[in-house]
Structure formats: C-alpha cells, structure tokens
C-alpha cells in the first residue's frame, strides 16, 4: 500500500461515518488513528452522546465482520471467548467459537461485567489470541476493540483495573454536540436511521494492509526521544503515584503514526505527538487523592507535562527532510 492508497481508504472512511455522526470529526480521527495503529478504544461518556452509534458507524463501514457484547454482571468468560462443547452424535469435543472472533468488536458497557469476564479480554486484545483448554486459536487481522463505559453511573458497575486500561490505546470522551449539531441529529434522524442505509467503503484486508503501512510512517529520532521524554515526566509529577510506562510510549508512538497517516504525511510532527498525548496517556496514571477529586485530573497532567517538555523543534524539518529523499 502507498501513502495516496492509504489516505484514499481513510477519507472514504471519514465520510462515511459522516453520514451518521454529526460533527466530532477530532474524536472520528482519534478513532481512526487507534485503528491504523492496530490498537483499541475505550469510549467513555454520559449516555447519549453516540459512543454506540459511533462504533457502529464506523464498524459498518469496514468489510469485516463485527460483533456487539452487552456486557452485564451474568456475563462469564465463556460467553466471549467460546466453549469447547461434547457432540453426542459424534461422541467428540468440538470448539464453538465466541464473538472476540471476529474483526471489530463493540463491547458495550464494558464496566458492567464482573472482573473475571473483563480478564477474558486481556489475551486476545494484547496477543491477538484466545486459549482455551490448553488450545490457543489464533484471531482475525485486524482485531479491533471498541469498549464503552458510563463514568458518571457507578451503581453496579466495576472499575476497570489498571492493567485493563493499559491494554486501550486511547480512552476518548465525545463530548455534547454544538447547538447546530443539535439541530442537524434532529433534522438527520427524524425521518429515517442513516445507520441502516450504511454500506462497507474499505475490506478488513486493507484495513489489515493499512496498519502495516502506518507502522513504516517514518518518526525522526528527535521525537522519539521527545515521546519518552514525555512519559517520563509523568513519573516525575508530583500528582502521579505511577506513571506512564514503555507500553505507553509505544502506544503513543503507533497513535502518532496514524494521525499522522489521517492528516496526508507518510512522517510524524510534534503537533502529532501532543494531539494524541492526552487521550493515549490520560488514563494509564495512577494519581495521588489530593487529584482524583478533579474532572479529569490525568488530562490535566498530560497537558502540565507537555507543557514542561521542550518540543524538538529540528525533528520537523529532520522529517521533511527525509520525505524528500
């Protein structure tokens, strides 16, 4: 794939998303850069603002197949993963594969399953795989998670554990719409659900092809030090218990890639970087209480962290520079 292919495939995406979701074409692009990434999202908002619409905008508009989980506390591992179940007919074990077999899957109120479903994930979001029995069946390219959660209702729900959020690449917030965007959700829906009519515009093959490409998208040395430099700073901060970690700085190296791909350039800039800081990093901080109280207290810190971090100003032109080789 080249870079004209890859940002072909990625408009045709965009506008096909458009012609559901209203507006938050920021939030569209973070989505989309989790993807080229190969990684996944946490979607996390009051209810109503469209996380579902969304990931099933853009999950319609990808060839693959796409599977939705409402998560609830009577939902056990096996729902997810499949059972290994006994044919009397043939007198054998056979393996009935669950939904994380597929290539994009919604998991809807993710903060509503018991921790032990919520582990089920860990294998197959990190490793691309599921065991079961002492038998490991490899998933599908791509594997792409989209994990809803309400932060607002905490009844009957359990907070996701630390090592849970550092599988998700990014935890987005949509946002409320804009009083015009208001307007245009009523005039768009009222007569028909725009959803229903939605046709795949990109094949789960070159989807799989464009996340190899954005991993060839090229990164001066410069600013992979100014990732690090930045990770690092969180570890410093005086609010942070515990910090980022190398994971986070891979995570924010592949999301700076995929904006990067999203905005036309086969090359990172440090507007890339601190795009994605805060939604990449945000939600890997342990903070300290004299915090927590805060609306969200660890996008605060990102941002004080970039703020702190001198941007390689060279990197940009190193970049360029390479481009033009």
């Known amino acids: 794939m080249e870079l004209r292919e890859a940002v072909e495939m990625i408009g045709r995406i965009r506008r096909n998303i458009g012609e559901v979701v209203v507006g938050k074409e920021n939030v569209v692009d973070l989505l989309l850069a989790a993807l080229l990434g190969n990684g996944h999202v946490l979607l996390e908002d009051v209810p109503g603002t469209g996380k579902t619409l969304l990931a099933k905008a853009l999950a319609k508009s990808l060839g693959g197949e796409f599977k939705r989980i409402q998560f609830t506390p009577d939902l056990l591992p096996s729902d997810l993963s499949g059972i290994n179940f006994y044919n009397q007919k043939t007198g054998d074990f056979e393996f009935r594969s669950g939904p994380v077999f597929t290539h994009v899957l919604l998991a809807d109120e993710i903060n509503r399953a018991t921790p032990r479903t919520q582990s089920s994930l860990l294998e197959c979001m990190e490793e691309r795989q599921v065991t079961i029995d002492g038998v490991t069946h490899e998933l599908a390219a791509p594997f792409f998670v989209m994990a809803t959660q309400n932060p607002v209702d905490q009844q009957g729900t359990f ?8 599988r998700f690449l990014m935890r987005i917030a949509m946002g409320y719409p804009t009083s015009d965007e208001g307007v245009s959700i009523l005039g768009r829906f009222k007569e028909h659900q725009p959803l229903a009519e939605l046709l795949p515009v990109a094949s789960a093959a070159e989807v799989a092809e464009a996340q190899r490409f954005t991993q060839t998208v090229r990164t001066a040395e410069d600013l992979l030090v100014y990732i690090v430099a930045i990770t690092e700073a969180t570890r410093k901060h005086p609010e942070v218990k ?3 970690s190398p994971r986070a700085s891979m995570s924010l190296l592949r999301a700076s890639q995929g904006l990067a791909l999203i905005r036309g ?5 440090p507007d890339d970087i601190k795009a994605v800081a805060v939604p990449v990093l945000a939600h890997r901080l342990l903070l300290r209480h004299s915090l927590r109280g805060a609306d969200n207290p660890g996008a605060e810190v990102v941002r004080q962290v970039l703020e702190q971090v001198e ?3 060279e990197a940009v032109l190193a970049a360029q520079g390479k481009r033009g080789d």
């Open 265 to 269: 350039r086969d090359y990172v800039t």
């Open 311 to 313: 941007v390689p100003a």
């Open 159 to 166: 907070p996701l554990p630390e090592a849970q959020l550092d």
């Open 242 to 244: 515990l910090g980022a």
